[in-house]
Nanobody, 124 residues
């Protein structure tokens, strides 16, 4: 059984930081681009960040650029999302997944094996 397990979410105040982790089990994803997405209540799941398989390239949504940093440790089959200067509008459930279809990094449909996500709540 292949699945992703996200962790590290919580309730924080605006301006605080959190570090999310995403561990893959059942299969190695070291050869895939990995992405983080988020979904706020009543909204579509949206792209947040992505990292190439060898970490040579990273991509960010404009809304998080300069505040969030994506990284990965292939030896641990784990991807991270360091979130700094959090804002109330960052409140959402955060998900990670591998880009198994090798498509555009910001397109949700090219990702697979979604986990349950981790809740991030930022109070003002």
């Amino acid at each position: 059984q292949v699945h992703m397990v996200e962790s590290g979410g919580g309730l924080v105040q605006a301006g605080d930081s959190l570090r999310l982790s995403c561990a893959a089990s059942g299969r190695t994803f070291s050869r895939y681009t990995m992405g983080w997405f988020r979904q706020a209540p009543g909204k579509e799941r949206e792209f947040v960040a992505a990292i190439s398989w060898n970490a040579d390239s990273t991509f960010y949504a404009d809304s998080v650029k300069g505040r969030f940093t994506i990284s990965r440790d292939n030896a641990k089959n784990t991807v991270y999302l360091q979130m700094n200067r959090l804002k109330p509008e960052d409140t959402a459930v955060y998900y990670c997944a591998p880009n198994t279809r090798n498509g555009s990094y910001y397109t949700r449909s090219v990702y697979d094996y979604w986990g349950q996500g981790t809740q991030v709540t930022v109070s003002s």
